[in-house]
């Protein structure tokens, strides 16, 4: 089975959590893209949506579902989203697709947060992914030679952009023994306004597209 059919198959795993009423968070990247798909199959238990970037919000539209508000809606139900990797207390590596920020605030504001990935996400170390960090363009140059000082290689995503006008460096070569540990120290530099290590907020349960199904893991 090809890594897409698993990702497909984790997200239509996640339908069944969500129950009438719920309104619903939604991450980004090629596994939600199916999740959003498959919601007008169970629109009647949907009450609202939020979105955690512009792509995402862009689907849901073209799917039918209206875009709420963080702020509209307060804390919420049920955050949906992918990840890069995951570690088997389900604290995550994010932000290959660069939408780390809303991501994390979504993932905060939620009562629950289900990660939905296929089997070659989930790693015993973090780090092997690079580390996405969404950092002010003013602050790149500072932030990459911290980043050294931490024996990590950042490189510049150039030429992209994140929605909140910012740029990302991928930090290659961390061993993340310590994730809420590496989380709260890059978050400490000045000009970080997101590090991709999901550590503080983990997922509450983890779906695994595999060869033989989906498999559930809670922490
Ligand atoms: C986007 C993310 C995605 O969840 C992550 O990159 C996984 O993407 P995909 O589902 O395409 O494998 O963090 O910022």
């Not at 709260?184 to 991709?196: K, Y």
């Amino acid at each position: 089975m090809d890594a897409s059919e698993k990702k497909r198959n984790a997200a239509k795993a996640a339908l069944e959590f969500i129950e009438p009423g719920t309104t619903l968070g939604v991450g980004t990247g090629s596994t939600v893209n199916f999740l959003i798909e498959m919601l007008p199959d169970i629109r009647d238990r949907i009450d609202r949506v939020v979105s955690s970037s512009k792509a995402s919000t862009a689907l849901l539209k073209e799917n039918g579902f209206e875009v709420a508000t963080l702020n509209e809606v307060g804390d919420y139900d049920l955050y949906i989203d992918g990840a890069d990797e995951s570690n088997k207390r389900l604290q995550l590596i994010k932000g290959g697709g660069g939408a780390l920020t809303r991501e994390k605030v979504l993932a905060e504001a939620a009562r629950r947060f289900i990660c939905i990935v296929d089997d070659t996400k989930l790693v015993g170390l973090l780090g092997s992914f690079p580390l996405p960090i969404e950092v002010l363009p003013m602050a790149q140059e500072m932030v990459s030679r911290r980043m050294l000082k931490m024996r990590g290689q950042p490189i510049w995503r150039e030429g992209f952009v994140t929605d909140n006008g910012n740029h990302i460096l991928d930090i290659h070569d961390l061993q993340i023994s310590n994730p809420l540990e590496m989380e709260a120290r890059i978050n400490r530099i000045p000009g970080v306004v997101t590090v991709g290590v999901f550590a503080n907020r983990a997922a509450d349960i983890l779906l695994i597209g595999g060869d033989d199904g989906v498999r559930e893991m809670r922490i």
